[in-house]
């Protein structure tokens, strides 16, 4: 059993899944690894010393997490709400409410807003771009890959091979305790959905607050608004895969995947940019270099679901109803959450200027409790989907 993926890691994988499953496990750390991986476990002469290694890692990893895991103490969720972070702001009233559908996005507005240090991490080249080309172990292969990137992206952009698409909206809202609701209209009458948001547990030092998500939206009396988007450069990736690995070019199927993401990273970050600009406007005199941008030096925030802040990936079914997204865009959602294609972003945007990104951390069964309550969901459901981040070890299921 293979576990990968950006929402995943060592340390779940060794201490969940590989205590609940009776075949071999091993983490990889993205799909671009995989090769070597079941390189190892398919040779009859690596096979046994490989999963040896990956049995005593995990097995490190699990003593580490118990270490860890009594040093850190919850706080009631209770108390941990009442340290919650009171934010004071006038919020800013977007420029236009509602959905805005962006179809057949032009390809060559992304590629000046490419971060490309990730698009070397894929190929497995440690080094921040442009310094990585002048590394004198890797320097070359980097300027060799990236020259092949230019070129596909040509060959992309002149023929039309891939397809951006994305839609994005802006919607009157207002926090209720961990919760966001969102409105209809400015009258503020209906609320057409509610984002649950999870609360940090673990006891912080000095003045610093419990964070939760719904901390950067105002609560009832005060006009506030919140974003969403789901955006995708991947229509068309999977046939362009298809021929690619039909004339057995697995270089090239691989390139253009991993092409297909920095694309959609892109979009992601020039809607961003649009959002604060115009779309809602809070920011329109904003003006940051590309890698300014990329060190997200500008006011707000856009989490996503089944990352740090807001681990349950099943907020992404709400975001994505709210967005009529797979309707506007073509991305479907899979009974997991994950984004098909694949090349694909999707999240929330918070104006506040204060509005910053957190890790969750270990929470607690009166949390998972209370969560469950709200999202109208059992207990055993929402430590399913919240694993990695119970601070406790709920009922264990059976072996399979």
Partial sequence: LLIGGATTSKLHTAVKVDQQYSGPVVHVLDASRSVGVVSNLMSKTTHDSFLNQVSEDFERIRLQHQGNAS?????PLAEARA????????????????????????????????????????????????????????GEHARTLFNDAQRMLAQIIDGKLLRARGVIGLWPANSVGDDIEVFADESRERAVTTFRTLRQQIKRGG?????????????????????????????????????????????NAIMVKVLADR??????????ERVRKEFWGYAPDEALANDDLIAEKYQGIRPAPGYPACPDHTEKGTLFELLDATAKTGINLTEHFAMHPTAAVSGLYFSHPESQYFGLGKIGLDQVEDYAQRKGMSTEE??????????YEPAAPERV
């Fill in 71 to 75: 040093a850190h103490k919850l706080l």
């Fill in 83 to 138: 340290n919650a972070s009171r934010l004071e702001y006038s919020p800013t009233a977007p420029k236009q409410i509602g959905l805005q559908v962006l179809d057949d996005y032009p390809l060559d507005e992304l590629i000046e807003r490419v971060d490309w240090t990730p698009f070397f991490q894929a190929w497995e080249l440690a080094g921040r771009y442009p310094k990585i080309f002048d590394d004198k172990n890797v």
């Fill in 207 to 251: 003045a610093k607050a419990n964070l939760a998500l719904a901390d950067f939206v105002a609560p009832r009396g005060t006009p506030d608004w919140v974003g969403g988007f789901a955006v995708t450069a991947g229509i068309g990736v999977d046939e362009l895969v298809v021929k690619y690995q039909k004339d057995h070019d697995d270089y």
């Fill in 263 to 272: 694309l959609a990273e892109a979009f992601a970050e020039r809607m961003h």
């Fill in 382 to 391: 929402v430590e399913r989907w919240l694993s990695p981040v119970l601070g």
